[in-house]
């Protein structure tokens, strides 16, 4: 069982959901923390992968994520390990709702990231705990391997989920990497509220590196592993809903 590692910081409070996903998919999901990092008690050398998880880091303030990817850039220790990770060719890491906002804010560190945005406060104004519809789009993310074209109802909560590009040029750089689109109920990508609960241009709700490797999204799968999670699903699904899929695909890419 290859080592992953549960990554957190103050506040996050998802870690327990995804470790449960990561174990059921076969993976050995070890719980750390940033102070584990920051002090040398761990370091991620010792893994390969991890996921760096949502919840409410520092409070939820305004840009916690970028609190947290903060805590890495401007503190030598963290910015060598996770470096030294980045710049080796079997790892793989996926962050979500509040770690996607953090690894967002990391990439300059992360090969093939630059077209990221950052993610910033809902078009609602407003936090958005809701279920809605996504379209898993063909991309190179390891972790959608098999899956493009599903479309799949997840939890959503977050008040930063706005994808914001620098410029037009960004943003078309992006649409090759674009891993998940919120979608409305006629299977179009969408913009409308409440289809779409942060507003992100295009329905963009989750990106990939060039190689895939690396992965980011704003929903939670780990709320959804289980079919008993969904809201409604068609009979017959068995224990795991369509999610679980996405974490077995990071063992399989293991070997």
């Not at 910081?9 to 059921?24: H, L, P, S, T």
């Not at 996921?51 to 520092?58: E, P, Q």
């Not at 599903?150 to 620098?166: L, N, Q, V």
């Not at 295009?202 to 959804?224: K, Q, S």
Request: proline share 4%.
């Amino acid at each position: 069982r290859p080592a992953i590692a549960i990554l957190r910081e103050q506040g996050v409070n998802g870690q327990v959901e995804m470790a449960a996903a990561f174990d059921r998919a076969g993976l050995d999901a070890l719980d750390v923390h940033m102070t584990d990092i920051i002090s040398g008690r761990r370091s991620l050398a010792a893994f390969r992968g991890f996921v760096s998880c949502g919840g409410f880091s520092y409070g939820d303030v305004l840009g916690a994520g970028e609190g947290w990817a903060k805590s890495i850039l401007f503190n030598s220790r963290a910015r060598d390990d996770f470096t030294a990770f980045f710049d080796r060719h079997d790892t793989f890491a996926l962050g979500v709702c509040n770690g996607c906002q953090m690894m967002s804010a990391l990439s300059e560190l992360i090969p093939g990231a630059a077209h990221w945005p950052r993610f910033v406060r809902n078009r609602s104004e407003q936090f958005e705990g809701r279920f809605v519809l996504l379209e898993v789009q063909r991309s190179t993310s390891i972790f959608f391997a098999g899956m493009g074209g599903s479309r799949i109802p997840i939890a959503t909560a977050h008040g930063e989920g706005f994808a914001e590009f620098r410029d037009a040029v960004q943003l078309a750089a992006a649409q090759q990497h674009v891993a998940l689109r919120y979608i409305d109920n006629t299977g179009e990508p969408t913009e409308a509220y409440p289809y779409n609960v942060n507003g992100s241009p295009g329905g963009i709700t989750g990106l990939t590196t060039a190689d895939g490797r690396y992965t980011i999204l704003m929903p939670h799968p780990e709320r959804v592993f289980r079919t008993v999670q969904m809201s409604w699903h068609p009979e017959g699904w068995g224990e795991d809903s369509p999610w679980m899929r996405m974490f077995r695909n990071a063992r399989a890419w293991i070997g």
